[in-house]
């Protein structure tokens, strides 16, 4: 059994124009035609790899977290 529930959506109007006229040259109503762009928009969503874990390169174990503004500071110094 196929359920369908009525909402309302907020379509930009020129947005709007073009689904009716796509769906008057492809003979569907604009609810099928709603209905088929959001299957393919998840589809795809769900086709995406997953997002790769992001890391930064580091070069040299760097500063420590308790690294003092002054030893910062000379730090930066000495790659001048």
């Not at 589809?43 to 420590?64: C, E, K, N, V």
């Amino acid at each position: 059994m196929i359920t369908c529930v009525r909402t309302t959506l907020v379509i930009d109007d020129h947005v709007l124009m073009e689904a009716k006229r796509h769906a008057v040259e492809t003979g569907m109503t604009v609810s099928e035609l709603t209905t088929l762009a959001l299957r393919e928009a998840l589809r795809r969503r769900h086709d995406l790899p997953p997002q790769a874990r992001f890391s930064i390169p580091t070069f040299g174990a760097g500063p420590r977290h308790d690294t003092s503004a002054r030893q910062l500071a000379e730090i930066r110094d000495q790659g001048r």
